[in-house]
């Protein structure tokens, strides 16, 4: 269970980092486009049919984001339940919490764009709360109940 919490943890850093490749992409889809002579306005973006180099960059970023991130969080959350290591469920409360705020910032930025100040700066902190969630694993001996020491002892003679 351990190797599991630690690979979801890795998995959400890594997530992030996807996250910010696809909208880097997306919106240098977006430039091309307008350094091209074309217009990106509401109506090609509500067609679907912008067609332009990185619009994948778009789908990729709201399916990740709003859907395999926060899954994965709830799941780390589940599985530090299942792992004796000292913070595992705090980091991995933590990382959904943020995980959370920051679906909230993204469906939000529509209405208030300055929150991309935020969404952008709490991508890092997902980034950071996680790879401090999979650390924790590293180097932590298994906490075992007293019952359970005696088992392994009785096991081992």
């Given at each position: 269970?351990?190797?599991?919490?630690?690979?979801?943890?890795?998995?959400?850093?890594?997530?992030?980092?996807?996250?910010?490749a696809?909208?880097?992409?997306a919106?240098?889809?977006?430039?091309n486009?307008?350094?091209?002579?074309?217009?990106?306005?509401?109506?090609?973006?509500?067609?679907?049919?912008?067609?332009?180099?990185?619009?994948?960059?778009?789908?990729i970023h709201?399916?990740?984001?709003g859907?395999v991130?926060?899954?994965?969080?709830?799941?780390?959350?589940?599985?530090?339940?299942?792992?004796?290591?000292?913070?595992?469920?705090?980091?991995?409360?933590?990382?959904?919490?943020?995980?959370?705020?920051?679906?909230?910032?993204?469906?939000s930025?529509?209405?208030?764009?300055?929150?991309?100040?935020?969404h952008?700066?709490?991508?890092?902190?997902i980034?950071?709360?996680?790879?401090?969630?999979?650390?924790r694993?590293?180097?932590?001996?298994i906490?075992r109940?007293?019952?359970?020491?005696?088992?392994?002892?009785?096991?081992?003679?």
């Amino acid at each position: 269970m351990r190797k599991i919490y630690a690979g979801l943890a890795w998995i959400i850093a890594g997530g992030v980092v996807v996250q910010a490749a696809a909208i880097a992409f997306a919106f240098g889809g977006v430039l091309n486009r307008v350094s091209n002579g074309d217009v990106v306005d509401k109506a090609l973006l509500e067609s679907g049919g912008a067609g332009g180099t990185g619009e994948l960059g778009f789908w990729i970023h709201g399916i990740v984001g709003g859907g395999v991130i926060p899954l994965l969080a709830v799941a780390l959350l589940v599985g530090s339940f299942f792992v004796r290591v000292r913070g595992a469920k705090l980091w991995a409360a933590i990382t959904l919490g943020l995980v959370a705020l920051q679906v909230t910032l993204g469906f939000s930025i529509t209405d208030m764009p300055y929150l991309g100040l935020i969404h952008g700066a709490n991508a890092l902190a997902i980034v950071v709360a996680a790879v401090i969630a999979a650390l924790r694993i590293r180097g932590e001996r298994i906490s075992r109940t007293p019952a359970e020491e005696a088992t392994s002892d009785a096991v081992a003679a």
